[in-house]
């Protein structure tokens, strides 16, 4: 989450929790909705809903709270710019919304194609780079 909101100069943003757990402190995420470029949204963290065909990209993802959107944020890990293939189960739910897309754009970060049917985009990462997909849900 901090490094997505320190790539996207803050426009990346959720709040974040302070528990004290048995061992070591540490931040937590997700318990309220926070902002991806003005756009209210939810956190998901569903365990297969992205996956890519890079290990150098890392990806998050969140719904918006209108659920009319679901975004992926995906982030080059590596000194070298990357090309990456996420692929979305959109037969996945979340918050009861169906995350099968119909339509996507960038929000920040180069698009190079986006095919709902398969449920796939691929994205071009500059050098510790940042995508934002934005994909409408129906």
Same mark, same amino acid.
């Given at each position: 989450?901090?490094?997505?909101? *320190?790539?996207?100069? =803050?426009? #990346? &943003?959720?709040?974040? =929790?302070f528990?004290?757990?048995?061992?070591?402190?540490?931040?937590?995420?997700?318990?309220?909705? =926070?902002? #991806?470029?003005?756009?209210?949204?939810?956190?998901?963290?569903?365990?297969?809903?992205?996956?890519?065909?890079?290990?150098?990209?890392?990806?998050? +993802?969140?719904?918006?709270? $209108?659920? &009319?959107?679901?975004?992926? #944020?995906?982030?080059?890990?590596?000194?070298k +710019?990357? $090309?990456?293939?996420?692929?979305?189960?959109?037969?996945?739910?979340?918050?009861?919304?169906? *995350?099968?897309?119909?339509?996507? &754009?960038? *929000?920040?970060?180069?698009?190079?194609? +986006? $095919?709902?049917?398969?449920?796939?985009?691929? *994205?071009?990462?500059?050098?510790?780079? #940042?995508a934002?997909?934005?994909?409408?849900?129906?």
């Amino acid at each position: 989450m901090s490094e997505a909101h *320190l790539r996207s100069d =803050g426009k #990346i &943003k959720f709040a974040s =929790g302070f528990p004290t757990p048995k061992v070591g402190s540490h931040v937590t995420y997700g318990f309220q909705p =926070g902002e #991806i470029y003005g756009q209210p949204a939810s956190l998901w963290l569903g365990n297969s809903l992205v996956r890519s065909d890079n290990p150098n990209v890392e990806y998050l +993802s969140a719904i918006a709270v $209108d659920k &009319k959107h679901l975004f992926v #944020i995906a982030m080059n890990q590596f000194p070298k +710019s990357q $090309d990456v293939t996420l692929t979305i189960d959109g037969q996945q739910k979340a918050m009861g919304q169906s *995350l099968a897309w119909t339509a996507s &754009k960038a *929000l920040t970060g180069e698009l190079v194609s +986006s $095919d709902a049917a398969a449920g796939s985009v691929k *994205l071009k990462l500059a050098p510790w780079g #940042i995508a934002v997909v934005s994909l409408d849900l129906p």
